[in-house]
């Protein structure tokens, strides 16, 4: 009887134990919650004010800031893990593909990341643009294709296939190239695009 009690009271013990930890856990998990929507509601207003210097097409002043409002760099080290520090580093990514510093954009837009119909499969596209800078064209037609096949649609997706395309042809990989182009031909018809692809592929095949 006394091995029974000391057994029940043993394992109320260790439950008690585990449900502290489970609560523990979660007000802990509330609470990050809570200061994350905080930090990000102040990091919104700070990069309000980055956006405008961007749109102004002052891109240093949008990375570096203005001596008073915070710029996207600041953002991102300072409101880290924050909606708005993500959306931070695509921005950044552009500034510094606008400045010609390609591997500064590329860093930025390989850590931005979004279930946004346009905005991630333009950051791969981005990407792309600036490994062709760097003539890392096999490495920029990996971008470009994740760009077309990612949430596909008439307005952007053909672009992309003829980014990817164009950056095959720089390897001479003229069959993945055509493939590109015949991609666009048979799922984008309606695409103002489809004229000239239509034109490469017959380019190619006679190529090939």
Known sequence: MASIISYIQTTQKKLIFLISIVLIAGIGFILWNYQQERRNQHAQSELFQAVYQFEEKDYNKALQGDGIHAGFLEIIQTYRFTKAANLARFYAGICYMHQENYTEAIQHLSHFKSNDLLLQARAWSLIGDGLVEQKAYSEATKYYVKAAEYKPNESFSPTYLVKAALAYEALKDYKNALQCYEKLVKTYNK???YTEA????????ALL
């Open 198 to 205: 239509s034109r490469q592929v017959s380019r190619l095949e």
């Open 191 to 193: 695409s103002a695009l």
